[in-house]
């Protein structure tokens, strides 16, 4: 390969912040229109990395038709809050996706998220990408192991040096100089492993709740000094895709991204992408005309439970946690925990097994949640105060008994 060639890809895989843009119009998505039309159009000169399938063969052999691969374009543009145009770019993304390198390394967790990735109640186009992505090393799913699987990494981190996207699972343990985790059989720590391989990366993923932000690992007392990703690696591009386990939907939607325009997605101020995190659970929970209402489940199995009233007051923390998994959900988009009658535990969110993980309001654990407001008042909501809100809401619920009394009559 010429120099001018091996140029020319590096800046192809070169990560780069995404430009924060607020009421963004027509003159912004038509430059960035042609500026994905122009990285597509490059990626198309090369060819797929270490002969990885063709993706339109993959969807033809899972007995899919195209017209289902479209309306995952469609569906999937629009999660990524691009307007229905970019749709064809989407699609087109997809089909490259076998041009883009991916380490992925496990830490100190408990491989939820490389379950989540390996999910088999498919097919479903998702699961067609992550099997089409060229994944150079991931500890659980390759062949070789030892001094073989060793070299299988260092030989990807030497070919693809500034290339490759770097996903970590799981925590990095601090304690004791890094020695709670190691690695290899040079017992090299997490922390060393995690930023030698950052080292060449284009970008780092943290996948799940312990990469992002220590997860349960770091929970109270946190004995082996856990933090997240951010916490260790300065200096490179960084997006954070909590919840446990992260939904293999938002990995999806990253990689796609990053094929589709050569940078890292908008980022919120956890560097979450917005177009995944930009969501309050509580704002499209399917329990929200319950809330609205004062109808709340006191305790389990009563009456609210069995009619899905809201589970504000048995723990959820919907109100303030931050995740599109109520928009996209989970196993084929068949079901969520709330939707399975347990209510949110803000997975999603730093601390969230010390700060959200038990089942009484957040009204009641002395905790400031991030968003403020609703979790403070919802509990007088549900007692009727006499304030603006709770006026309305009084009359909301009388008028839906006067409904049910009339429906009972009749």
Known sequence: MSIDKQESVKKLFTAQSAKVETNKGDAYYNE?????????????????????????????????????????????????????????????AAVMMNRLPVIWIELQDCAGNSEALLRSDGPKIDDIILDIISLEFHETLMAPSGHQAEKQLEDAVEHFKGKYLLFVEGSIPQGIDGHFGTIGAKAETFIDHTLRLAKDAAAVVAVGSCATFGGIPAAAPNPTDAVGVMDVVKGKPIINIPACPANPSNMVGVLLHYVLTGSIPELDSLLRPKFAFGYRIHDNCERRAHFDAGEYVEEWGDEGAKNNFCLYKVGCKGPMTFNNCSIIRYNEAVNWPIGVGRGCIGCSEPDFWDKYAYERPMANANIKAPTGGVEKTVDEFGLGLLTAAGIGIAIHAAASAVAGKKSEEV
């Open 32 to 92: 960035l229109y042609d500026r994905c039309r122009a990285r597509l159009d490059e990626l198309k000169k090369l060819k797929p990395l270490n002969n990885r399938m063709d993706f339109m063969q993959s969807i033809e052999e899972e007995g899919l038709e195209r017209r289902d691969f479209l309306k995952w374009a469609s569906a999937t543009t629009a999660m990524l809050m691009l307007p229905a145009s970019f749709t064809p770019l989407v699609a087109e």
